[in-house]
């Protein structure tokens, strides 16, 4: 059974920093991708972040290029998203996935990743 627990959110002011983790089991996790989505009160789910299996290669949205950093560490089965300069818009419940293929590309939709975690509620507000 794979699991995905995320822990670090919760309320910062404009300009704060965060710092978002997932911890992965069940699955042999250096050989899959991971990924990070959010998901806004009435909006629809998106794309923030993806990593390589290794963590060799990245990739951001457009709107949080720049003041958010995606990594892992294989060794604890643990990815991590780095968000600084943090927006009132960035206000959402951070999800993180796992791509469902070995070794996949970096991913940007929703239906690549097959394993999700609860979520973590993040909220940038003064």
């Known amino acids: 059974q794979v699991q995905l627990v995320e822990a670090g959110g919760g309320l910062v002011q404009p300009g704060g920093s965060l710092r978002l983790s997932c911890v992965a089991s069940?699955?042999?996790?250096?050989?899959?991708?991971m990924a990070w989505f959010r998901q806004a009160d009435g909006k629809e789910r998106e794309f923030v972040a993806a990593i390589s299996w290794s963590g060799g290669a990245t990739n951001y949205a457009d709107s949080v290029k720049g003041r958010f950093t995606m990594s892992r560490d294989n060794a604890k089965n643990t990815a991590y998203l780095e968000m600084n300069s943090l927006k009132s818009e960035d206000t959402a419940v951070y999800y993180c996935?796992?791509?469902?293929?070995?070794?996949?590309?970096?991913?940007?939709?929703?239906?690549?990743?097959?394993?999700w975690g609860q979520g973590t509620q993040v909220t940038v507000s003064s």
């Open positions: 996935a796992t791509h469902r293929k070995i070794r996949a590309v970096l991913g940007t939709s929703t239906s690549e990743y097959d394993y």
């Open positions: 069940g699955r042999t996790f250096s050989l899959y991708g």
